[in-house]
Nanobody
Framework: QVQLVESGGGLVQAGGSLRLSCAAS????????MGWYRQAPGKQRELVAR???????NYADSVKGRFTISRDNAKNTVYLQMNSLKPEDTAVYYCNAFPAYGIWGQGTQVTVSS
């Protein structure tokens, strides 16, 4: 059974930081690249960052230098450290495999105030 549980979102002022966590079931986490995605109101879901099973990372231009993705293979958990947050980072954040499976978690809301 595929399970994705995101946590760590919240309300933060511009310039602040948050750390998101995602606990994934072994079936989706093991051997797969994982990604963090976000969906802002009225916009399509977009890939923010991804990490291979071996730890190689890739970022969207909009977050490069501010966000860091990491994973703990022993805990089936992927993280997203978000620094220097901007109001345009406001969105619901989701994790999933990369490419994404069809099943999504509930996401975690990140709101950045100006």
């Amino acid at each position: 059974q595929v399970q994705l549980v995101e946590s760590g979102g919240g309300l933060v002022q511009a310039g602040g930081s948050l750390r998101l966590s995602c606990a994934a079931s072994g079936s989706i986490f093991r051997f797969n690249a994982m990604g963090w995605y976000r969906q802002a109101p009225g916009k399509q879901r977009e890939l923010v960052a991804r990490i291979s099973s071996g730890g190689s990372t890739n970022y969207a231009d909009s977050v490069k230098g501010r966000f860091t993705i990491s994973r703990d293979n022993a805990k089936n958990t992927v993280y997203l450290q978000m620094n220097s947050l901007k109001p345009e980072d406001t969105a619901v954040y989701y994790c999933n495999a990369f490419p994404a499976y069809g099943i999504w978690g509930q996401g975690t809301q990140v709101t950045v105030s100006s």
